[in-house]
């Protein structure tokens, strides 16, 4: 079971724990991408893409997210 799947089951997850570095790399993909939605005006169409991109699914046209958005995960 790798460090994803441990958090999704609920586990504690410590720093020294082995793959905590892809935890890291996870917040920090989620910090740019919340950023980027962040950074001034986007389009629906655009902000919905990004959203996609943070969740790692498909966002229905019919999702409206006004920023500012915050997240601590995708």
Same mark, same amino acid.
């Given at each position: /079971?790798?460090?994803?799947?441990? /958090? !999704? $089951?609920?586990? $504690?997850?410590? /720093?020294?724990?082995?793959?905590?570095?892809?935890?890291? =790399?996870?917040? =920090?993909?989620? /910090?740019? #991408?919340?950023?980027? #939605?962040?950074?001034?005006?986007? =389009? $629906?169409? $655009?902000?919905?893409?990004?959203?996609? =991109?943070?969740?790692?699914?498909?966002?229905?046209?019919?999702? !409206?997210?006004?920023?500012?958005?915050?997240?601590?995960?995708?």
């Amino acid at each position: /079971m790798d460090i994803h799947d441990r /958090m !999704k $089951a609920g586990e $504690a997850i410590r /720093m020294d724990d082995p793959g905590f570095d892809r935890v890291l =790399e996870g917040y =920090e993909r989620v /910090m740019r #991408i919340t950023v980027e #939605i962040n950074d001034g005006y986007r =389009e $629906a169409s $655009a902000v919905r893409r990004l959203l996609g =991109e943070l969740t790692c699914s498909e966002i229905p046209d019919d999702v !409206k997210v006004i920023p500012p958005f915050h997240s601590d995960w995708g």
